[in-house]
């Protein structure tokens, strides 16, 4: 594993920037990330360069024995630029220009902002795309952050329109597609369609969804514009970008196709702060030691993350003290940000880049720390550096093989952005409803791979998808495959619902998985939050699975056609009727999954399914606050909680200090 | 009672209608309502009308043996209409314009909207207003839904000036009747008038007051436009329009006029779980069986919808299933749609035109359920249907006769709006203080009718007044009449307060009503949650009325002038003044409520009220839960829990299953 | 002490005022505030002066023995002045333009509002100023009410850029002052520069308190254009505005400058009800009789008023019955406008004048009480008035000395600006953080002067600062010498972090107060909610400091340079650090608060602090809901409370009733 930090020389007297690249590589760091917000230090007035400084600060860092990344400054259109072209500006739902002034601030569908992207990506990769210090490129900066995946300008209008008549080719298709019949909305010229905002009430859910893919198409092609660029003068260096976690309003599939890897920003305080309660229930959230975050969330993300090309990551951005962003920005204490690394590394981080070294002086980031403090002192992460430092050894040899999971779990955007449209329950979303499987899978101390709906399944002994909610054929039958030659796959509510255009489908459900599942549904319902259901089992079948919780948020009835039902619900709206069915295919098996589970059931079920089928546990009895990652043959320990922990692994009991890893 | 169903042929394949129309008949339904959405099927292009299509769905539909209603579709205008003249579309109290997309994206002063309006409704009535398949129209759909009985575009502001001219007559008159000259915001040009939106703080109430009667003046006048137009091309038909219960942005009294009869669109979870926070205190509802929403809520939304007319109603939309619009969406249980259709029926329905015949397919009202399931197999309501049916002769037995009540509860929209724009006290509303007379009534059984001030009260024993807020010297001699003449009349606070332009009535409280009540109100206060005043009896008069509970919210202290005094507060700001009195008139009595009272406090007073009055009770001892209604002699006994309940009624014993109802 | 009115005769039939000014008399009151909103009636068409009804009025008032305050009409422009100059309407943060209809309608620098603005004043000075029935002249009127201070409109865009310009010379300059480099911000025309709204994302921290600076500055300029007029059209009489208390978004000292002395609307309930939550900790609040509000509230506003001259003040509008403007508007109880006359005086109000003689018949305010009640009848404010009437002789001895302080809360709007901007922790706010000193020396009965940080500290013994947020070299020399000479200086958190353009220092904290403080802080954080830290006693120097409570929200590592560590952090992030040190300077200390502390927390310091150093405090046992002030060497005595208390002054015991008052 290597260190780097993330740096910026416009922000400091160039006095000051040998010293700093001693201190860095004085305390182990290797890699620089630098200039990815610098295009007005670069470009100050349009077509005038200027190199002079980057062309100093590349050389000073580069002669410490630091190894450069240099960012594209896209995500920083200069003053200057917005005062000349207010047309790249971008406008929220609500129809205000949003200004610039702070960052993002442009629209990615913006013919002028191309064109000068274009111009700035083509100048730096001119100057520095054949330079050995520079090893490679950070494309813009955490696209779509701040809310701006999504913009509803007249340029996005247009493009959105074109976007339409290639995919439908013609208003027939288009409205029939839509159901645009429905209140009167079908379209007789192309120019009458708008963005789905500002309309009285609701919009077509299925105008909405193509909006979401035009919008991350958008992104994804606005990317490709720099990434070619990068291909074709910097051939010799990485290309990357810096994602982050869990945020869905782009096809995160689709970003990362391309790119020689992916990197996301890890901010556990922070990000399980602002993002827990989007993958959590509304007021539940397990308690960890203050100032470690949530190791279930930014674990999720970490293999997310990785899910995303199947291939080691970077953190490109990892908090090396509090943030500036949240509520409470709770202060680190020692030991904590070598806890992350640890984390991120088994989980299959390759490289870890600290943001930022000395904390800033002025504008937006002040209260952010830095590896030194603002006087220029060392800081806690100066410790926490040196301590990874010191481990190196350990951490190469832990990190040279990467993470390795014999379950799969089913991750899909337009999936998830189907269900968000139309939850339909207030608190239902695709992510929780994935999360609850992920975590009930980290409880049980089995590795996990999170990957996309097209993924070769054939490494896996078993893939979840806790919803298929948009009907697709070769999904099911590769599904069907993987089964029939031994796989396991659970599959659960709102399945084969929706058809790629967001409609309802006219089969009965499961629609498209219905043969897969050898289960029809009869009816489903959403449940208050007052109401609940018991299960039973109904079959030899199930001996062992005890599921004691009764099932609520969602029931669906199932109707066995060719499958064995291992639960029916013995109360409530379905009483007698089928919760659990199992479907053999070859040697394996699809069970279907009739309601919303909790944490716990789907804990009980997977730990029923693990010993049947004997899928490996790293750890058989991990105690709460601990967790266990694996590489190649190496398991991690990790111990989020401020005491000690005792760990038994394959007979043997290990000790965990409080906060503290350990490689078994 | 005929039973019909929505229907939309434009959603299917033509070679479904049959089909469908066939399956309709089967199981009992005689009313088919359609068309109200599909302007764009009808009239693709401007002036290029398409009635192939209707032709057919009429003739198929007509074959079958089913009655037709059509909806007018202006609810809906087509995108094309939009594009051509966009001064048709609303404008938000925010000054953004709504854009089509969905629906109800219209300005009701728009000139050309009134154009185009009246030619499609001209083209509808004059092909099928002489069509003996066709037995009536409903105009428009849910008038003022998703907050569109207010706009604020440049239309509705010249017409506000116009509407004020005629209203005022002079500046000097609006300026006088609107205190103008608070804030030194007086007029000397009537352009300078504007909507009161976008002001620094909030704005004039006279002025607010009058913009809310404009808008609402503003769709009857709309609604007028469609209405002469039927009346004249579909003479023998009759015409009606689908209302929203308890809505009360438009002043319902005077839509209904120069209708048939109204009719409204019955959602009981829905509904319950949107508006019930409206009726209710904050945090309190009562609980009954978890899929059939708040008999309270529905019953009174009943009540209200029969006494705009004083006669019986349709519902235009009765829930058959889940709806899709709410939190929570509950999945219904089989026989919670025939209660409802019961409960509806108690209450002086005559029609129920179930919503709608098969889930759709695509657009905004996927998720919410039909008769038929998307993959058109019988869903939950084809069977109660069937039961509803197996017991018709029952059903057309009791709803033979219309509704009787002996007591009568006044509602008045200027008041409501009135306290609405000056509430004086967090939670105040107008319908909680309403609700909270209407909830007490139920609990003792005693049936009523919710009717305008204007309302002849002859058939009445008792006038519930809960707030006379704007002075009406007629109303004032009505009641006086009415007490004269036998009649109880019971008038709470905050009544005399205003004038007719909201202004407050320099003449000592309560007023106009002053003589009525034989009390001053000498002051009143607002309470904060915490604080509350004891009540005590002050007279022998006042035997039997026992109010343990204390007065809180709002108290008035009130001094009698020739009233007697029944209760004085026995603590707080007004200890030892009056809190209640009766004023005797002839051979009944006026009484005075001095503060708000809780339902416990006005059912304690009612059923003193009732036993010293002989007022009938349909059932002496009513178990929580349980509901009765009357219709001619007939008594209608509900249950809205999951548990049997036993009622007397008569002496004779009851037992009404979980969910059941029964004809007493 | 003076007694007052506010009057409206532009809202009474012309024959009432006679019969109102004779009453007013009658109880006693001896000055009228008439004319601040009557820019219509004086002007109702452009150029068109209608004197007549001032005139009369005044003469009226006069006749009876009323002498008379002229309020300048600017807080209302009329109609028809909106309508021929709409440039004049402010615009809010999301670009909305604000319109007429209620009051504050107009941009601060608006060059057309500035001209006619001139033109009204100059009219009016004109014809009253050398006219002795008029004492003198209050300003506008609330300035700032109703989010007003701010506007975002074109012409304070241009303002904005020329006040940028004068206070940084170049566009370097004021690059390097904002840090603008960061994100690529930095101008290069001034017309770049935009207010900081409707950005993606926050703006630029030094941006927005330059911009703060500046809209106040707009205010105070537009101010200073009338006082000039005044100064120069009516030279023998006062001129004061009125202030609104704790409000914030106007530099209060700056606006205080150069008038003769400074008033402020005072309604306990009303403020207590809507801002009591901006000084308290979410969810915490003290609870007193249900009608007085909080008099740690209120007493902070009256000390926070008297402070911004440093002389006595007035109440320009005294709540005389309920209010009209929040959740509850609580009814009043007799007694209680009486205590909070008493409290304003106790504090250095020399005039009370009540708001309003009779309650408004129409427009915004119908629901606010008078001295009259709507009906012309005596409210309960008329009993309040001759209660004051009767013990005028007391009033006045009282209030014949000014309060007197030996302790000074330092207050500076800037340095509030730059917390509030990155507060960093959710609830932390400037506000706060005094007001919990604020209480703990209200508790003690120590009084308090709540002065600018420029104040002359000399007649102190104690200067606290909770926050010195700004470095300020020339407060941290006086502050020294302060110290050398006797004084006893007590600074907290976060000191010395920032500069004077909102950048952070990169001296080591706490930047110049290093030296004062004998201490530098060497780490600090942020702490959640359920976070605390033990503190414990470190040496003999802190013998009698016990502070059982831990630490939490914020905690600083203090490390002692030239201090002495009086108490140390026993548990958490910084176990084993100083918490709380002690510099010598000559005869006095500088001590430094490491830690957020409660009420409870600085209670317990002081107390220790007012023993050692023989601090002087009126009371020695304060019971809780009881209050004390002085004004020379009377002790003012009031009781909050609904029920009587006993208080021990001097060894002599004294009862107080419920909500009564004593000078003892």
Redesign the interface.
């Known amino acids: 594993m290597q260190l780097g930090v993330c740096y910026?020389p416009?922000?400091w007297n160039p006095n000051r920037w040998a010293i700093d690249a001693q201190q860095m590589r004085s305390i182990g760091l290797e890699i620089v990330r630098i200039a990815e917000?610098?295009?007005?230090?670069i470009e100050?007035?349009e077509g005038n360069y200027q190199w002079d400084w980057l062309d100093t600060a590349i050389e000073t860092l580069s002669a410490a024995g630091l190894k450069l990344i240099l960012g594209t400054?896209t995500a920083?259109?200069?003053?200057?630029l917005?005062?000349q072209y207010p047309e790249i500006l971008?406008v929220d739902a609500?129809?205000?220009?949003?200004?610039?002034?702070?960052?993002?601030?442009y629209c990615p569908n913006s013919p002028a902002y191309h064109q000068h992207s274009q111009r700035i990506v083509q100048a730096l990769a001119e100057r520095y795309g054949h330079d050995s210090r520079v090893i490679g490129w950070q494309i813009d900066n955490e696209f779509g952050d701040?809310d701006?995946a999504r913009c509803y300008c007249q340029h996005c209008t247009h493009a959105y329109q074109a976007w339409l008549k290639t995919r439908y080719g013609t208003l027939e298709t288009l409205n029939e597609a839509?159901?645009?019949?429905?209140?009167?909305?079908?379209?007789?010229?192309w120019?009458?369609i708008?963005l789905?905002?500002?309309?009285?009430?609701?919009?077509?859910?299925?105008?909405v969804l193509d909006y979401y893919r035009f919008a991350s198409d958008s992104v994804v092609n606005y990317q490709k514009l720099q990434l070619d660029l990068l291909r074709q003068l910097a051939p010799s260096h990485f290309v990357t970008t810096n994602l982050l976690g869990s945020y869905h309003d782009l096809d995160y599939h689709k970003l990362a196709q391309g790119l020689d890897f992916v990197s996301w920003d890890s901010y556990p305080t922070g990000y399980t702060e602002t993002h827990g309660h989007r993958l959590y229930p509304p007021g539940e959230r397990p308690q960890f030691a203050?100032d470690v975050g949530d190791p279930y969330v930014i674990g999720f993300c970490h293999a997310l993350t990785y899910g995303l090309l199947r291939r080691p990551f970077w953190i490109m951005e990892q908090q090396i003290g509090?943030v500036?962003w949240t509520?409470?920005?709770?202060?680190?204490?020692p030991g904590t940000p070598r806890l992350w690394s640890w984390h991120a590394a088994g989980h299959g981080a390759d490289v870890v880049v600290f943001f930022r070294w000395r904390?800033?002086?002025?504008?937006?980031?002040?209260?952010h720390s830095g590896v030194l403090?603002?006087?220029?002192?060392p800081?806690?992460g100066w410790d926490e550096i040196l301590s990874l430092q010191a481990e190196q050894a350990e951490l190469k040899q832990f990190t040279a093989q990467p993470p390795t999971a014999k379950v799969a779990l089913l991750l899909d955007y337009e999936n998830l952005w189907a269900i968000q449209l139309?939850p339909?329950?207030?608190e239902f979303t695709y992510l929780r409803h994935l999360f609850v499987w992920y975590c009930a899978l980290q409880a049980l101390a089995i590795p996990v791979e999170i990957v996309a709906h097209r993924a070769d399944f054939s490494q896996f002994q078993c893939v979840i998808a806790p919803t298929l909610h948009i009907n697709d054929d070769g999904l099911a039958e590769r599904l069907q495959a993987f089964a029939a030659q031994g796989g396991q796959v659970v599959v659960g509510i709102r399945s084969g619902f929706k058809t790629e255009s967001n409609?309802?489908?006219?089969?009965?459900?499961p629609g498209v998985y219905r043969t897969l599942l050898g289960s029809k549904v009869q009816?489903?319902?959403?449940?208050?939050?007052?109401?609940q259901c018991a299960l039973e089992s109904a079959s030899p079948a199930a001996a062992g699975l005890h599921i004691a919780e009764p099932a609520g948020q969602w029931?669906e009835s199932l109707h066995s056609e060719t499958s064995q039902v291992l639960l029916t619900y013995a109360s409530g709206?379905y009483s007698g009727k089928a919760a659990l069915t199992c479907q053999a295919h070859g040697s394996g098996n699809a069970y279907t999954f009739g309601w919303y589970p909790s944490v716990g059931q789907a804990r009980t079920f997977l730990a029923w399914l693990a010993e049947r089928h004997a899928m490996p546990r790293l750890v058989e009895a991990l105690p709460y606050g601990v967790f266990a990652t694996q590489r190649g043959a190496q398991t991690l320990l990790l111990n989020f909680l401020d005491t000690p922990q005792d760990v038994e692994v394959g007979g043997r009991r290990h000790s965990l200090a409080a906060r503290d890893v350990k490689v078994v």
């Open positions: 910026y416009e922000h917000f610098s295009w007005q230090k100050p007035v400054p920083t259109p200069p003053p200057w917005c005062q971008p609500l129809g205000h220009t949003r200004h610039y002034g702070s960052r993002r601030h701040h701006t839509w159901g645009a019949v429905f209140w009167s909305q079908s379209y007789t010229d120019a009458q708008r789905p905002n500002l309309t009285v009430v609701n919009p077509n859910p299925s105008a203050f509090n500036n509520d409470y920005n709770t202060g680190v204490r904390a800033c002086l002025f504008a937006q980031e002040q209260y403090n603002h006087a220029a002192e800081a806690l139309q339909h329950r207030k409609r309802v489908t006219d089969a009965p459900l009816a489903w319902s959403s449940l208050p939050p007052q109401v029931v709206l």
